[in-house]
């Protein structure tokens, strides 16, 4: 698949000094450790996109590891204390890391260059390192530092695991608070030093974070809360990428939804809250804030939720009479492979595409050493993935400017040329990469003539190549 915005974006990030790199990541709206990590990363294996989408799979498949091992240890002890069906809590593990494995937008992002998939195998295991964290009653330090750490990290990955964390200490503090060995302050300290140590260490990045809400707050692209784009996330989530979303089916699914999480909650064994809010307090605060702020409701961000999700509907259907469980089970996983075999053809799809990169290829062949602009930031960073000269590549600015979130953190002054630059260039020839209604046309005066195109289907957009001459030059 060619290399998406979000894909060249980080890319491009990663290519300035680490001091200038933080100072534009706090341009954007996510926080630095993604990008700490792939800039070295790329000091190993180079910048490709092959090697950054090695690196995201990698996250993946831990994140797979990561659900795993937390189901295992969440309901080890309560059940495997039962004789009766010592295998339950092996098999609730494996189908809730088999659901993971197959979910179609897990595997879309955990193949992006981007820091979800990482943010996914860190929230994952850090509820993994809780679960451990609260199993201990000698509260040690040594048993709250991998829950300490893994939560640092993940608000250092991405805005929204700050309402993962908030739920984690809720569910610790409550868990903590109705247990009976010790004092009620021996069982309350590790869980309120751990959140100490975690908002002390947001501190240096928490200004760069206020600036970043208060950018989405005057000025973000996601539409306005409402029914219908609630309905439309919550159906991407279970069906990813190139589906047809309908708000209805979306809505349905949230409804059956809660009663899965309604379902599980009936069990009143604590992990069985602890994912319960793990999956609905993020989901709940990002419509809080949407109603009461700027939107915020997208499938991307959602998708821990769903991870844990996930987890829930594994637990309960493993929870069957045997009989029930073992037709349940694979009806479950049929079910889930569907959308997974469509993502996977619809992948396969966009692979065969002519894309970006063909058409990269083709202006390196016509062009040589004339300019080509391109229509918008956004497909300008894809651009500089795919060529090899830079010189003479531009992308084109016009008067209003353009907002942050199409790619401006990552641009130089140099990038961009304008209008009174395409009229008073000394050139006789320029070359235009525009897309369709997404990013816009390359908009040139009456002195330049269209002498042809080629189009160039991608999966985000239709690219079309443009060639243009001075009429004076004829």
């Not at 809360?225 to 699914?253: C, D, K, N, W």
């Amino acid at each position: 698949m060619g290399v998406s915005f979000d894909e060249s974006f980080c890319q491009r990030m990663v290519e300035f000094s680490w001091g200038e790199m933080v100072d534009r990541i706090s341009l954007d709206t996510h926080p630095p450790l993604f990008y700490f990590i792939l800039k070295t990363w790329g000091y190993i294996f180079g910048g490709s996109v092959f090697a950054g989408r090695c690196l995201t799979a990698i996250f993946g498949t831990l994140s797979v590891a990561g659900m795993y091992a937390f189901v295992r240890a969440a309901y080890g002890e309560a059940q495997a204390s039962s004789q009766k069906e010592p295998l339950k809590v092996e098999l609730s593990a494996l189908v809730a890391a088999a659901l993971v494995a197959i979910g179609p937008l897990e595997i879309f992002w955990t193949l992006q260059i981007r820091m979800y998939s990482l943010s996914f195998a860190i929230g994952i295991w850090s509820a993994f390192f809780l679960v451990r964290a609260l199993k201990s009653k000698q509260n040690h330090v040594s048993d709250w530092l991998p829950y300490t750490l893994s939560v640092s990290l993940l608000i250092h990955t991405h805005s929204f695991g700050l309402f993962l964390v908030a739920g984690q200490f809720i569910y610790a503090l409550a868990e903590r608070w109705q247990n009976s060995w010790g004092t009620l302050a021996e069982r309350l300290k590790p869980v309120v030093l751990s959140a100490l140590a975690v908002w002390f260490s947001f501190q240096a990045w928490l200004p760069y974070f206020l600036e970043q809400r208060d950018r989405v707050e005057s000025n973000f692209y996601l539409p306005e809360p409402s029914l219908e784009v609630f309905g439309r996330a919550i159906h991407e989530l279970f069906t990813g990428m190139g589906a047809q979303y309908t708000a209805v089916t979306g809505l349905a699914v949230t409804q059956a939804s809660v009663l899965v999480l309604l379902g599980l909650a009936i069990g009143r064994r604590p992990a069985d809250y602890l994912i319960v809010v793990s999956t609905s307090l993020p989901v709940i605060a990002a419509v809080v804030i949407s109603w009461l702020s700027r939107p915020i409701v997208a499938a991307r961000y959602f998708m821990l939720s769903h991870m844990f999700f996930l987890a829930a509907v594994a637990v309960l259907v493993c929870r069957l009479p045997r009989l029930c469980r073992f037709i349940a089970i694979p009806m479950l996983l049929i079910l889930a492979f569907i959308p997974c075999r469509d993502q996977s053809r619809w992948r396969a799809e966009a692979a065969k595409l002519p894309g970006i990169q063909t058409a990269v290829s083709k202006l390196a062949e016509m062009r040589r050493d004339q300019p080509l602009v391109v229509c918008n930031p956004m497909l300008y960073t894809s651009v500089l993935t795919y060529v090899e000269d830079r010189a003479n590549v531009y992308s084109f600015l016009p008067r209003h400017g353009y907002p942050f979130y199409q790619g401006t953190p990552v641009m130089k002054d140099k990038d961009y040329v304008n209008s009174a630059w395409l009229n008073a260039s000394s050139h006789q020839n320029i070359w235009t990469l525009d897309a369709d209604d997404s990013m816009g046309r390359v908009p040139l005066s009456g002195d330049w003539k269209l002498l042809g195109e080629e189009r160039y289907q991608e999966w985000f957009a239709n690219l079309i190549i443009r060639r243009y001459s001075r009429i004076n030059a004829e």
